[in-house]
Nanobody, 123 residues
Framework: QVQLVESGGGSVQVGGSLRLSCAAFGYTGSDLCMGWFRQAPGKEREGVASIDSNEKISAADSVKGRFTISRDNAKNTLYLQMNSLKPEDTAIYYC?????????????????WGQGTQVTVST
């Protein structure tokens, strides 16, 4: 069982930056995919970025060049650095994890979820 605890959400103006963190507890294996997902009101949850245990990254086209996913395996912590934020980035952001070597962006692949953190970008 893996428990995920997110932090770092908030409200910023267009063009601002935020950094999300996600601490993982309870995993003792070596292959844990981790990712960030988001869900805006009235929309389906979507993948933002994922990273495997070898730090191979997948990212949605909408965030490439603006968002950076990273992980610190020693601290069991996942990060999402978000720069040049846009109003359309407004959503609840979720940290998620799955066991195994394959990471991807379809949210249905992921077994473990954090509680979510709100990100609001205003003009």
């Amino acid at each position: 069982q893996v428990q995920l605890v997110e932090s770092g959400g908030g409200s910023v103006q267009v063009g601002g930056s935020l950094r999300l963190s996600c601490a993982a507890f309870g995993y003792t294996g070596s292959d844990l995919c981790m990712g960030w997902f988001r869900q805006a009101p009235g929309k389906e949850r979507e993948g933002v970025a994922s990273i495997d245990s070898n730090e191979k990254i997948s990212a949605a086209d909408s965030v490439k060049g603006r968002f950076t996913i990273s992980r610190d395996n020693a601290k069991n912590t996942l990060y999402l650095q978000m720069n040049s934020l846009k109003p359309e980035d407004t959503a609840i952001y979720y940290c998620a994890a799955k066991e195994g070597t394959y990471c991807g962006l379809p949210y249905r692949l992921y077994s473990y979820w954090g509680q979510g953190t709100q990100v609001t970008v205003s003009t």
